[in-house]
């Protein structure tokens, strides 16, 4: 588990951008049977041999029965001065992902140039790699799609520090085509560049005030629980900001979150009763989880390989205050950044983490897998054998008992 979350967006990057990004088509989705040691990581020959002269990334197609749609949300809460730039509205970016009518919608963008640019320029690669081949990254949900009628569980995902709400597509994506309406955001000031409209891009002022502070990071948990209950208001509210707010089922709302989004989950969760259900994937829970524990609701720990119990100081001291169905589940082979896009994103630039024997893809299938079965078990009702205990399904996956 990563606990040196100053270092996260250093971390992202290392793995996607230190070679001029080369092409591969991507690799076709396999069933979640396939063993970690099934392939060799996708671009091992690539980066041996030197890149690509063409770029072209592609996310792993989601594997449900149901086209997605995508439309982008504005929020701003007037109620709240944004704690990182001590004035104006708290604001907000949110992609919301729906099932959708197929063959409806036109093609949605990853990031935009400037977005691309500054995660490059992080690097100080922005002269050398062209912005434009990691913002045309291709995903599959449609711009604008007709929704599909009914109504659907709501999921909402919290990217890491840092890091671009982005990174969390091939996950939205799946939960979207299974039958969810997803909501991932943005938190104003937390990456390293999030376009916002009026042709503003704001970039982490949050970065520095975290690292003045060593209690910064507790302020970012504990304003995105703000910020997720703010975007409930916005979405469920008598008034919502969405046009197709029809389609949420106020009643079954989850969430999940990535790194530090990951200790936004759980903050979340003890500040609002609405979320019913919540995932940490390898987040330190900076904002403890109350001794009186979650009120009963069921919260789930999913770790990189280092994340047994005696690895992780926070995990250790809330597992037991987690009061509801639990699991704690750690996988072989896996790093910090396996529940995002990024080991998918790497693979096909010829950039394997050579810390984690997981390919790209496998990693996608593992987390979609996982994720998918928690919310189908705990927000429809599905049992999932997967989360019993180990299996074949997926060797990769450790089931501790603290």
């Not at 890149?51 to 982008?72: C, D, K, Y």
């Not at 909402?156 to 890091?163: A, D, E, K, R, Y």
Request: aromatic share 6%; net charge neutral.
């Amino acid at each position: 588990m990563n606990r040196r979350h100053a270092a996260a967006a250093a971390a992202l990057l290392a793995l996607i951008l230190p070679l001029p990004i080369a092409a591969s088509a991507a690799a076709a989705p396999v069933p979640v049977t396939a063993s970690a040691s099934a392939s060799a990581p996708a671009g091992a020959t690539a980066a041996a041999t030197g890149p690509r002269a063409t770029a072209r990334i592609e996310l792993p197609r989601p594997t449900g029965r149901f086209a997605v749609g995508q439309e982008t949300l504005h929020l701003a809460d007037r109620t709240r001065t944004d704690p990182w730039a001590g004035s104006g509205p708290r604001e907000l970016m949110v992609t919301m992902r729906y099932p959708a009518v197929r063959g409806t919608g036109g093609p949605v963008r990853y990031l935009t140039h400037e977005e691309a640019r500054l995660l490059l320029a992080a690097r100080e690669l922005d002269e050398v790699v062209p912005a434009e081949t990691l913002a045309g990254t291709v995903a599959h949900a449609r711009e604008g799609a007709r929704a599909l009628p009914g109504r659907h569980p709501l999921v909402v995902l919290s990217p890491g520090f840092t890091v671009h709400r982005a990174t969390l597509t091939s996950l939205a994506e799946e939960l979207a085509s299974r039958g969810y309406v997803v909501a991932s955001v943005d938190h104003a000031y937390e990456s390293v560049g999030t376009a916002f409209p009026g042709g503003r891009v704001l970039e982490c002022l949050a970065c520095t005030r975290v690292g003045e502070d060593p209690s910064g990071y507790r302020a970012v948990s504990d304003g995105r629980a703000r910020d997720v209950s703010f975007l409930l208001d916005r979405l469920t509210g008598r008034h919502p900001a969405w046009g197709k707010s029809h389609l949420i089922d106020r009643g079954r709302i989850a969430m999940a979150g990535h790194s530090i989004g990951g200790a936004g989950t759980a903050a979340a969760m003890a500040a609002d009763p609405r979320i019913r259900a919540g995932v940490d994937m390898d987040g330190t829970l900076f904002t403890p989880v109350p001794e009186k524990g979650l009120g009963g609701r069921p919260f789930m720990l999913l770790a990189a390989a280092d994340g047994a119990p005696g690895g992780e100081a926070s995990w250790d001291r809330d597992w037991p205050r987690l009061d509801g169905w639990k699991r704690w589940i750690s996988f072989k082979g896996a790093d910090h950044f396996t529940f995002t896009d990024v080991p998918s994103i790497g693979d096909q630039l010829g950039l394997p983490d050579l810390e984690s024997p997981l390919s790209g893809a496998r990693s996608v299938q593992l987390t979609r897998a996982f994720v998918g079965a928690f919310m189908d078990r705990h927000l429809k009702g599905v049992p999932q054998p997967l989360l019993r205990g180990p299996s074949a399904e997926a060797p990769e996956a450790v089931f501790h008992r603290p």
